[in-house]
DNA sequence: CTGAATCCGGTCCGATACTG
DNA sequence: CAGTATCGGACCGGATTCAG
């Protein structure tokens, strides 16, 4: 953890005000639409997990780094970073190499959810989920 | 959106390195733990969307509420609902009415998680999800 | 040798019906 | 109203197999 650089971007965003749009416009609908996608995606297993790997990492990801890291069956892991990059949260780049190499890259858009999973670290670091829980509360 | 009461709390923390830890240390692994608990837990599937509306709205929940607010079978709902408590991110308080009253209310740990789903609206103005794309990236 | 498709068994989820 | 019971279906995990 330990002051990320994430941090004063983060805190810009909050404090300027420029995202705000008025309720009930056509593009506050499509924001609860791509809330909605966005949700039902980080609801699937393993996807949070995932993004969690390449928001704290920061280089290119390959599908055994993955694989290793997250405990996922191949085939679920083949389909989340298809998914993924469907999505535009990942970039994918075969290299036409003996071995085969493919890496993936978070896009633009998935580093910008990095707060979540870093504050999500923040979190973790002042609460415990109660059946391991210690002191907390 | 617009400028959420969280935002002032959120940049005190992101501000106070109080929470930094050694890492490797005891600590640092119960934090992984609970952080892949907590993962784990918002893999699940609907998880995320009740928090969501546990953050948003302020005051307590009932059964259903959640039940039309969500879009999820009743039996799923409960199965999320009783794991919340466990993990001791819900209250449950029961009424002995009639007609029965139940209402769930969300614990400060699991409002303190509150700026994560604040941070993920932020995001959704600024972005889409490519198959519903249209000028961004 | 890595990334991923296939097949199958198990688990989780949704829809409906039903109970206190 | 707030759940539980049941069942069918979708999704996930694991091993194997295949392609480059």
Redesign the pocket.
């Known amino acids: 953890m330990v002051e990320p650089p994430q941090a004063e971007e983060f805190i810009e965003t909050i404090l300027s005000n420029e995202t705000a749009r008025p309720p009930g416009s056509e593009q506050a609908k499509d924001d609860n639409r791509t809330m909605a996608a966005l949700l039902n995606l980080l609801g699937?297993?393993?996807t949070i997990v995932i993004l969690h790997q390449f928001a704290t990492g920061d280089g290119p990801l390959?599908?055994?780094?993955l694989?290793e890291a997250v405990?996922?069956?191949?085939?679920?892991?083949?389909?989340r970073?298809?998914e993924l990059t469907e999505v535009g949260l990942l970039t994918?780049q075969?290299y036409?190499e003996?071995?085969?190499?493919?890496?993936y890259n978070a896009t633009e858009k998935a580093k910008e959810l990095a707060p979540v999973f870093w504050y999500l670290g923040v979190w973790t670091e002042r609460h415990d989920l109660e059946p391991i829980a210690t002191d907390d509360d």
């Open positions: 699937k297993k393993h390959r599908f055994g780094d694989e405990d996922i069956a191949p085939n679920t892991l083949s389909n970073l298809e994918r075969a036409d003996i071995p085969p190499r493919v890496e």
